[in-house]
């Protein structure tokens, strides 16, 4: 499965973005998918995460209410709206695939794919 992530760039506090990631090779459908982020210095992090139908969402306490998860599966891709952006989300942001279906939170993801950089000013 090859994930390619898109969207991030450079916004004001408060701001908006919208995350994509596209998937390809692998049946969509039936991962888990979920964002991770890693910020300078810093260990990487989840972030948001949706089960193979979107059905369920999990969420890291500090985006709940700002970040939403979503999924298409009929485009094979999985966004993250996020909104109320703070200086403390920047970072680089990356897509996950989780061959558990139901797992939210991707305790532990199967592929990766390259990260895209969101940068907020304060």
């Known amino acids: 499965v090859q994930l390619q992530a898109s969207g991030g760039g450079l916004v004001q506090a408060g701001g908006s973005l919208r995350l994509s990631c596209a998937a390809s090779?692998?049946?969509?459908?039936?991962?888990?998918m979920g964002w991770f982020r890693q910020a300078p210095g810093k260990e990487r992090e989840f972030v948001a995460g949706?089960?193979?139908?979107?059905?369920?969402?999990g969420y890291a306490d500090s985006v709940k209410g700002r970040f939403t998860i979503s999924r298409d599966n009929a485009k094979n891709t999985v966004y993250l709206q996020m909104n109320n952006l703070k200086p403390e989300d920047t970072a680089i942001y990356f897509c996950?695939?989780?061959?558990?279906?139901?797992?939210?939170?991707?305790?532990?993801?199967?592929?990766w794919g390259q990260g895209t950089q969101v940068t907020v000013s304060s």
């Open positions: 090779g692998g049946p969509f459908s039936v991962y888990s």
């Open positions: 949706a089960s193979y139908s979107g059905g369920r969402t």
């Open positions: 996950a695939a989780d061959l558990s279906r139901w797992d939210t939170y991707l305790k532990s993801p199967d592929y």
